[in-house]
Structure formats: structure tokens, C-alpha cells
């Protein structure tokens, strides 16, 4: 890939998604966008860009930074967590809330696998402190192809295998005379999926209890990522909490949260988790 065309789509990325993509993994935009420029008739990346250039056609634009967007997700991806917010944090949000309501975000949901998971063990291991609460489940993405597929909650077979037990897959989702795997109408039931681009307001989306915000940030320029940060912090109810993926930190980026006590990954106000440990 040339360096001008190389640095036009990353600068789009940048710009539409937050993404830092550096020139070592240019590979990963022709993968990327191959299928779009097929689908538009272009030859090459270099066509790509001369169209984006020279036409106005935001929704391109928009779709082209959305693909650059990693889609790497998988059902029950770290089990742990979310068993552990299911059984500790829903259950302190609700009794603490007093309103026999509970919002949960998955903010860079992708196609919906881990939304779909939680969605999963409300269904099969709900905890006795969380029945009668309504407990609403949303999932946004960038991506209006991704968001799509996850709102059919149609998945192929590598999908499935990824995380998906066979007594759970045969318990909550059908197949399809394709060969794909959809999920069940009470499982989809469960959750709603919008498109939503985390450097834009999330404020018409509420508050939330929980947001689960996994492998998302990494893949940003800083200033995206206090943006986002910025951003997410603003979505969450008093008490509420941010959950990151393995490794991920928010040192540095923001000074209106604090590592939650005793939850690595978990972040909470600045200021309450030095409170609950000074009260227990």
C-alpha cells in the first residue's frame, strides 16, 4: 500500500473512530475494506481513497472508518467477569438503587456475543437476589453491519464454537437452514442493540448500573481514549461501575474514577472506592 493512501485511511480512521492505526499493521486496512471496495467496483485501496476524496458521500466515509474498527469478540469471553458482576454488582446495584431496575451497557458491543452471554446466564444461573428486577441490556457499536447481526443474533458456526457450550447452544439458539445459528426470540428478547460511535454524546442512551467496555480503548489514540473515558464516566449512576477488559487501565486518562475495590478491571467515582474500604 502507497504511504499517501496509507495515511488518508488511517487519518479517516483517526478521525471517524478514534482509531490509531500505525503502518506496521497496514494489512489490516486492506482486510478491512477489501469487501467494500469489491462491493463499490474499486481496484484498488488507491480508488478507494480517490472516491472518498473527491465525492461527498458521508455515509462511505462513515461505513469505511466503522470497517476499520476491530470486530475481535467471542461469547463468554472472560466468564469470570461476568459471572462475578452477575452475582456480586448486580445484586449490591439493585439493593443500593431501590428501584427494582438495573441498566447494563456494553459499549463497543460488536455483533453481540457478549451481550447475548450475559443475556445467557440471566436465563440460566439468575441469582436469587436478582428475581423480579428488570434488567435491560444494551449494545452499541460503530458498525451498522455489526449492530445488525447482532440485533438478528444470527451467527455462523466458527462463531458458535467460540465460547458456546453445546447444551447452550442447542437450549438458546436455532439453526437455520443456512447453517447459521440464531438466537432464540426470548433471548433476543433481552437485549437491544443501537449503532452508536463512542466519540460522539452518549447522552440519549441514559444511565446505566454496569459498562462493560472491553477491548475498545486499547486500539484508540489517547486523545480518543479520554474522550471515550470522558464520556462513559458521565453514562453511570451514582454507584455505578466501568468494566475494561484484561490489562486495560484508565491511569492517566481520567481523574473521575478509581480502580474499584477488589475488582481488577472495575472502575468506579473517584473517591467511593476509598470510601467503601475505609467503611468495611
Request: hydrophobic share 40%; aromatic share 6%; proline share 3%.
Amino acid at each position: 500500500m502507497q504511504d499517501e493512501v496509507f495515511s488518508e485511511l488511517a487519518d479517516l480512521a483517526l478521525k471517524g473512530s478514534g482509531q490509531s492505526i500505525p503502518k506496521s499493521k497496514a494489512y489490516l486496512i486492506e482486510a478491512r475494506l477489501s469487501p467494500i471496495a469489491r462491493r463499490e467496483g474499486f481496484g484498488s485501496m488507491a480508488d478507494l481513497v480517490h472516491c472518498l476524496k473527491s465525492r461527498a458521500n458521508p455515509a462511505l466515509i462513515a461505513e469505511v472508518a466503522a470497517a476499520l474498527v476491530s470486530k475481535d469478540t467471542s461469547f463468554f469471553r472472560d466468564r469470570d467477569t461476568l459471572k462475578r458482576v452477575l452475582e456480586e454488582v448486580l445484586p449490591a446495584r439493585l439493593k443500593a438503587g431501590n428501584t427494582g431496575r438495573l441498566k447494563v451497557w456494553f459499549a463497543g458491543g460488536s455483533t453481540g456475543q457478549e451481550a447475548y452471554s450475559l443475556a445467557i446466564l440471566l436465563e440460566d444461573e439468575l441469582p436469587p437476589a436478582l428475581r423480579g428486577a428488570k434488567i435491560e441490556i444494551l449494545s452499541t457499536d460503530i458498525c451498522k453491519a455489526a449492530t445488525e447481526q447482532a440485533r438478528l443474533g444470527r451467527y455462523g458456526h466458527y462463531d458458535v464454537q467460540k465460547g458456546l457450550s453445546i447444551h447452550r447452544l442447542t437450549k438458546h439458539f436455532n439453526r437455520l437452514e443456512t447453517g447459521q445459528w440464531e438466537a432464540s426470540e426470548a433471548l433476543r428478547g433481552r437485549v437491544s442493540f443501537r449503532q452508536h460511535n463512542l466519540l460522539e454524546s452518549a447522552a440519549g442512551l441514559g444511565k446505566f448500573d454496569v459498562i462493560f467496555c472491553r477491548n475498545v480503548l486499547p486500539g484508540m489514540a489517547r486523545s480518543a481514549r479520554i474522550s471515550v473515558v470522558e464520556s462513559l464516566s458521565g453514562q453511570l449512576v451514582p454507584g455505578g461501575m466501568i468494566v475494561l477488559g484484561q490489562g486495560e487501565g484508565l491511569i492517566g486518562l481520567t481523574d473521575k474514577l478509581e480502580p474499584a475495590r477488589d475488582f481488577r478491571g472495575a472502575w468506579v467515582a473517584a473517591g467511593t472506592a476509598n470510601a467503601e474500604a475505609s467503611a468495611a
